[in-house]
């Protein structure tokens, strides 16, 4: 049986930069939601599990997945092409910070435009990166 | 392309399961944890030479000093082995003097200590490599490249890091045999020759043609003595390599890196003294153009084969030297990085199972400070031993808290061990920055405060970063929203048609394209375009004749904002991707996409999307 379309929302902490992926998850009619975080440090994980269940996200259910592969983007793949086998569609949703400064990039590891790299080419994945806004920009310009 | 370079020069990726089988036995991680400390043996006597024979001294009385200044050195490094031998069992989980002194002395010395070792690490690559190439061009038949050492030095370390980018098993293979050949000819050369001196008919003086001192006669103070101490320390130097190694050992880990310690300061200590009582009676003089182990290889070994094998394995082991560095260098940034010190990019492992970018700016800045210095080894000691001799000493200090506070087995023993390790190495610390400050070891400690104030800094950013990302559950109440998508569309391409796909799935109560005409040309262009594709989505066109894109966009949204009672707007930026790091291409293409996606972050209830893109960066366009 085909299943619906998958809206993934890649998560590493329950902070803020779930806002945008939380207001727009349920947007997308006709899409099953999942959040994803991949358990590369298992303290990380049970803290997020913790987390999220006091904050109560029960329209977006967290899945902890094992790491397949050495590096997030590539488990990723592995997780994509997986769900591709029984659905026609998945949308990797990655929120992530705009600090909107030049050295962002050195501080920040960007994963939205590495796990789009690995999921270039793949037939029915869709990346979309989802940037929130951090006020430290306004703090650091005081 | 890129990804087939990769592949090719790096390999395959590598599956998570295949990390424990990473972990290396006892007489491969001899090879790859202690070709640094063993490989001094190949400079520290000429070291010594060059402040103790030169000058106001004279060789006669430079070379008196080898066989006391060696006991010395031997004697200090049974101190520090026998010191580090606790502070592996007590950190099987590795990490050195950085989590020695993180965990018992606090914030700023574990800074220091972290800071000290990274730059000492990169001056390992640099003087091994550059001792190497020494060894290279000393060999009568190749003097002619002597010229060319900055540039070989550069292409050994590129082999070095394409090496190790591939993983630490792999390259500990590469290196175990000639760290071992190396071992076998020094013990050959000193054994022999010790053996033709003392028991057989004695061996010939090297004549010091070229020696530009006095041969005898002169004067030979505390401080010059002093000097060549601090010298003949720098053959100390990576002997704490191991105990940042220790999980890469197999099990029982902290056994077979205490075992691995000892065998390696045996030979250290056993070849650096025994080099320098032979060069004691051989008389080798300090020269530019032909190192002192090479002049002791042909005193003894004749010109033969065995001196080019003496020759070629002090080259091999001393590149390879430069593979504790490489060993360390990423493991040691990792753990700082995991500490929120470093970019968090430093702790994660590459798809070999390295820290493919600790690997990586390794590399970059040894290769720097290489070509900033000539390749000349003489240049580069004095900025080298300060960094190693403030972190044996916090790392002693630290463990002599660590027993304290945790009186486990022996601490009582173990405090007076690291004791007079801490107050050895401290007063080597102090002797090195009074006899090498203005030599150079001053830049050393400029480096190591700005390291320090960089990981202060990044630290900051990191915890103001988390406190700002704090959420409540009040912050997260599920509801639905009315809402608007707007896609950006500068021309027609693939990205745009995956953008309005992408839009149409959000299934929003109002869908539009919309465009910012600079002029008329690129209003009827856009126009034609969207006719031709026949897109289902209206097309909305706005001027905008001072190409003020954000202004015109954020008027557009205002606008949006009245003719409809929408909870949020979102806007979808196809955003051109060149590759999986920000490439300078990329930077071009997204100027103007990155100032207006900051813009309208800071814009109420409007979400912003970027849905990234890949095409050929070649191609003109984007």
Redesign the interface.
Known sequence: MVRPPLAMVLVAAADRRLLPALALTPQLAGYERRAVHIAIDPAESTRLGRDWMSLALDGLPLHIEEPTAPTIPLIVRDLVRRELAERPAVTVIVPEMDLGRWWQPLLHRGMGRAVAWELDGIEGATTVVLPMRVDLVRALRR | MLTFLKRLFVGP????SEKDHQRIPKVVALAVFSSDAISSTAYATEEILFVTALGASSLALGLNTLVPLGFGVALLLTIVVSSYRQTIFAYPSGGGSYVVSRENLGELPSLLAGASLLVDYILTVAVSISAGVAAIVSIPSFRNLAGQRVLIGIGLIVLITLANLRGVKESGRVFAGPTYVYILIMALLVGWGLFREFVGDGLPRIEPRHFEGNLVGGQLGLLLILKGFSQGAVALTGVEAISNGVPAFRRPESKNAATTLVWMGTILGSLFFGLNVLAHHLRPFPSHDETVLSQMGRAVLGEGPLYLVLQFATAAILTLAANTAYADFPRLSSIIARDGYL???FA??????VFSNGILFLAVASAALLAAFGGVTNALIPLYAVGVFTSFTLSQAGMVIHHRRHREGAWKRGIVINAVGAVSTFVVLGIIGLTRFVDGAYISVIVVGVIMGMFVA?RR??R???T????L?T??R?R??D?TAVVLVGRVHRGVV?AL??AK????NHLSALYVAEDEEGRARIEEQWAEFGFDVPLEIVDSKYRDLTGAVEKFLDDVDARWDDD?I?VIIP?F?A????SPTQLLHNQSA?AL??AL??RKNT????????VDPKPSGG
């Open positions: 990726p590598l599956a998570s970019p968090r990019q994660n492992l590459g798809d070999r199972l990044i950013h990191y103001r970063l988390d700002d990302l704090s959420i559950p912050d997260v599920p639905t929203l809402n995956q796909q992408y799935a959000l299934r929003p949020v979102t955003e991707v590759g999986r790091l920000l990155g996606k900051l972050l800071y979400i912003v999307i970027s849905v990234p893109y890949h």
